[in-house]
């Protein structure tokens, strides 16, 4: 698998003309961040990130086709880093190293906790400009849905859920003991993962959903498989996304 994760990984791109965000120069994610308006009085905020290798513009694509009109759905692109599961060639993106793809496999810890905290900057500034975090749901695909997880169970915000495409619990052994500050231990998880899945295998995302019911409130951790699904997305898992942004996020 390693020696074609380069090409493998590589999310579709899909580019669009949605409106950047121009005004958020001190959040550095936040600069060039494809945005897709809301398009009535904005009351709730969706940041969704994108895997390795893609950008947010084929993400911003998907949430526009299930936005709900009173949502601003935020997709910021992740920097440029080097991977050293692929011999330090610079991929377009990726919001920490990868080091393998195992459950037991070294980690970036200190990459993983720089990541989480630029996103916990843009909760934190869509709070400052008048959006409640509990107005917030955070989500991502693969390692931006990694990345999502780990974010909420370590942040003291509070949000409406959080969801999870195709991904894990980065730094599970240090948990639930990296929660015990967490505002997120009662919001609800829609944890989502394609049955043939040869990148992160449906058996990953099985035992991340079985680590978070430990974390927080089980009842609130919902985990649905896709079957010959692979390391991507369908219409029927956009269906679940769009439901659980609607139930959580509901008009005000």
């Known amino acids: 698998m390693y020696p074609v994760l380069a090409s493998a990984w590589l999310e579709k791109k899909r580019h669009s003309s949605h409106c950047m965000c ?24 969706v940041i969704f990130l994108h895997g390795l290798g893609d950008t947010g513009h084929g993400w911003a694509d998907a949430m526009t086709s299930i936005r709900l009109p009173y949502i601003k759905y935020i997709c910021p692109h992740a920097p440029r880093i ?15 190293d990868l080091i393998g793809l195992s459950p037991e496999s070294p980690e970036d810890e200190a990459g993983i906790k720089r990541a989480a905290e630029n996103i916990k900057a843009i909760i934190d500034l869509e709070v400052k400009n008048g959006i409640p975090s509990s107005r917030i749901i955070l989500g991502g695909f693969s390692q931006g849905g990694a990345l999502s ?6 942040s003291q915000q509070q949000l409406a859920g959080v969801v999870g495409l195709s991904c894990w619990l980065p730094l599970h052994k240090t948990f639930p003991q990296a929660a015990s ?14 049955e043939m899945d040869p990148m992160i295998p449906v ?5 991340t959903a079985e680590k978070l019911k430990t974390i927080m409130s089980p009842q609130n951790v919902t985990f649905r498989t896709y079957p010959g699904l692979m390391h991507s997305s369908c219409p029927q898992e956009m269906s679940a996304v769009k439901e659980f942004i609607e139930k959580q996020l509901p008009r005000v």
């Open 149 to 154: 997880l780990y974010t909420a169970l370590t």
């Open 82 to 96: 080097p991977v050293t599961l692929n011999m330090k060639i610079k991929i377009h993106s990726i919001w920490f």
């Open 203 to 207: 058996q990953f995302g099985a035992m």
């Open 181 to 194: 500050g967490s505002g997120n231990k009662d919001t609800p998880i829609l944890q989502c993962h394609g």
């Open 22 to 45: 121009g005004n958020n120069m001190s959040v550095p994610l936040l600069s060039e961040a494809v945005t897709v308006p809301a398009t009535e009085k904005e009351t709730a905020v």
